[in-house]
């Protein structure tokens, strides 16, 4: 009703404002000047332009200022870092050219207003001219997409060996983790699988398996190259990660993948985003269903050494007790290996190297 009242007050408001206008002009031929524009009006809006002009740049520098409080901070992840400068590099040009072709339109405007002893120069065409304002722009273009795509192919490029292995896994409306262990090899896994225990259906067949842990908490040690392999288990979710400015979609029945290497631990980035309470986030980017907004997982970049300290704590696959039959978890375990990263768990990740 509110919406419906303003919509009603502002088509008024433009009726009166035109009726206003023909009264105006009624006036004026009533008055009988054969002139309506007058070289004072012709002043008043030659000057207009310009100040319009300033006024306008300074707006838009301020606002650009100003935005920046609502930017992400700097890239955490040496990828984020290159794709953050080829976008500061876009704005850079796209700023040069608004600032010139701006000035030179409301300049102009006010410089050739109508005078009554100067004639328009009648100038059809140049063909130089429009050659050159034609290849310029095609040439300046075709570098910019040139460069995002060497970019583009360098940010996708296969994983290096040493990379670490992580799996995340995505569901209606949560996040999972599973991290390689000692092998870097994540073992196979299955939907039919899926228990309570083993809520990524990690099959037991694998022996690969036998050390991967399953996290509710991402942490990555800084400056190591890690592998994400992305999976779904019902429709297609979307693995954000905005400080690593990273993203890959969550498709069921396919693995997609994300190589990333983070550059910033949580504890400097919180210094630098003078914020004590920041953490890195991963995060749903494909509206999913109902509570997608709350498809988030904590992530946290630390040190190495901190890294391992996390990870010896957390859980093996098939280390937990199955429900059903807590005597025998797993018929295919291999006892000694088991009991061994049991007691020395920092070696899972120290031998990884
Ligand atoms: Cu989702």
């Not at 008043?44 to 609502?70: E, Q, R, S």
């Not at 994400?228 to 029945?253: E, T, W």
Request: contains cysteine.
């Amino acid at each position: 009703m509110i919406n419906l009242l303003t919509l009603l007050t502002i088509v008024l408001a433009l009726i009166t404002g035109w009726r206003l206008m023909r009264v105006l002009e009624l006036v004026r031929d009533l008055r009988d000047e054969d002139e309506h524009i007058t070289t004072k009006d012709n002043n008043f809006n030659g000057i207009a332009f310009l100040v319009f002009l300033v006024v306008g740049f300074a707006g838009m520098i301020w606002f650009t200022i100003d935005a920046k409080k609502y930017l992400l901070p700097v890239a955490a992840s040496k990828n984020g870092a290159l794709t953050d400068a080829y976008l500061y590099q876009n704005f850079a040009l796209i700023m040069v050219v608004f600032f010139i072709t701006q000035f030179l339109l409301f300049y102009y405007a006010w410089k050739y207003q109508y005078k009554k002893d100067r004639k328009a120069l009648f100038y059809p065409d140049n063909h130089k001219l429009e050659f050159w304002w034609t290849v310029i722009p095609a040439v300046v273009l075709m570098g910019l997409i040139v460069y995002g795509l060497k970019l583009w192919i360098s940010i996708t490029a296969p994983a290096p060996k040493d990379a670490m292995v992580v799996e995340v896994y995505g569901k209606q409306f949560d996040w999972t983790a599973r991290y390689s262990g000692e092998d870097n090899k994540l073992a196979r896994s299955n939907f039919k699988l899926i228990t309570d225990a083993n809520p990524l259906g990690v099959d037991s067949i694998d022996v690969t398996g036998m050390d991967d842990k399953i996290v509710n908490e991402l942490h990555l040690p800084v400056n190591k190259t890690v592998v994400f392999k992305f999976h779904s288990r019902d429709i297609i979710h979307s693995a954000y990660f905005p400080h690593l400015r990273a993203q890959m979609n969550c498709v069921p029945g396919m693995t997609t993948e994300f190589v990333v290497e983070p550059t910033i631990t949580t504890d400097s980035m919180r210094l630098i985003a003078h914020n004590d309470k920041f953490d890195y986030v991963l995060l749903c980017n494909k509206i999913c269903g109902v509570a997608h907004y709350n498809m988030r997982m904590k992530l946290v970049i630390e040190s190495e050494a901190d890294f391992k300290k996390w990870y010896a704590t957390q859980n093996y696959v098939f280390a937990r007790p199955e429900v059903s039959a807590p005597a025998t978890p797993v018929t295919v375990v291999d006892s000694t290996k088991t009991a061994e990263a049991a007691v020395t768990p920092n070696k899972v990740i120290a031998s990884k190297k």
